[in-house]
């Protein structure tokens, strides 16, 4: 089984900071999803990728395939944002998620 | 936009009771999931669909089986609810993979938070 290591578990940040969480995985893989959890909500995919970066408003991953790492960057952090990131990886038809990182902005 | 729905937000039943979970998705996506989430220990896999009539035992099936007699619902059932299936159960639903690239993204409904007293 594809092991998902997220770091850190737990994050605050002041509004307008610049936020990084990390995903490392143990096994080769041919994509990498980050979802977004707010409290009390359902899950939302936020990207999909496969190689390099992608970026979303101020959301911008990043995949290393070599070092079987990915990052999520969050620019100009805003109260808004305040959510659990969660990394997951392909596992057969299913996915293997991290635990989850829980960002809180304030003000 | 994918609509993914399940039956109930909040759901409280007693130690024993057969519970049905039910989940339906409008996206004609072949594959089901069901997943409970628990602090500390993220989203675990109990049972997954990917055709009618087919399942497959996630990672934690014990106590729970799944039936998907239509191609847009897939029902979860705890056969004899237990306090210890106090949870966030969350269903989800996602289109075969895309030139053999496994792990298309998930589209999940609400989740239903079920207390077993």
């Known amino acids: 089984k594809n092991e998902v290591e997220q770091s850190p578990q737990n994050l605050t940040a002041q509004e307008g900071e610049f936020i990084t969480i990390n995903c490392s995985y143990s096994v080769g893989i041919s994509a990498l999803h980050w979802l977004q959890q707010h409290p009390g909500g359902g899950i939302v995919s936020l990207f999909m990728l496969s190689s390099g970066k992608k970026k979303h408003g101020r959301l911008i991953a990043t995949i290393n395939i070599q070092e079987k790492h990915s990052s999520l960057h969050i620019t100009a952090s805003h109260p808004r944002d305040s959510a659990v990131y969660i990394c997951a990886v392909p596992s057969g038809y299913a996915l293997n998620f991290g635990k989850g990182t829980s960002l809180l902005v304030t003000p | 936009d994918v609509k993914v729905t399940q039956s109930s937000r909040y759901l409280v039943k007693r130690t024993g009771e057969k519970v049905f979970l039910e989940c339906v998705q409008d996206?004609?996506?072949?594959?089901m999931f069901w997943y409970r989430q628990d602090p500390g220990l993220g989203l675990r896999l109990i049972y997954f669909?990917?055709?009618?009539?087919?399942?497959e035992k996630g990672d934690i099936p014990e106590g729970y089986s799944v039936s998907r007699e239509k191609k847009e619902r897939f029902s979860l059932i705890l056969e004899s609810a237990s306090t210890n299936q106090t949870s966030m159960y969350l269903c989800a639903s996602s289109p075969l993979p895309d030139r053999g690239l496994m792990g298309q993204p998930q589209h999940f409904g609400d989740g239903t938070r079920l207390s077993i007293l």
């Open positions: 669909s990917y055709d009618v009539k087919m399942k």
């Open positions: 996206m004609d996506h072949e594959n």
